[in-house]
């Protein structure tokens, strides 16, 4: 799966921020992250699997793995619902 493309990432004053351009501009604008969504939504850019994501979320993260796959879970769920994932 990969985020759709027009998609930058910019951190902010503190804050991270996915702002889109092109044809990806149809989702009004900008997406607010924390530290740990910008984390996966970079990862989301170059394209990757829900098990490399929680991979990734652990070797980065002090975080238990149901608490990675609920996070990468509750985040793919948002994205999917809004259309911004590319998937096979």
């Known amino acids: 799966m990969k985020l759709k493309d027009g998609w ?23 997406i607010r992250n924390n530290e740990t969504a910008d984390f996966l939504f970079r990862l989301l850019q170059g394209g990757t699997t829900r098990q490399a994501l929680i991979d990734s979320l652990l070797a980065e993260y002090a975080v238990e793995r149901p608490q990675a796959e609920a996070d990468v879970d509750a985040l793919l769920a948002q994205l999917r619902a809004n259309g911004l994932l590319e998937e096979p």
């Open 8 to 30: 930058t990432l910019h951190q902010l004053a503190g804050q991270y921020l996915a702002v889109a351009t092109g044809a990806a501009a149809q989702c009004n604008g900008m």
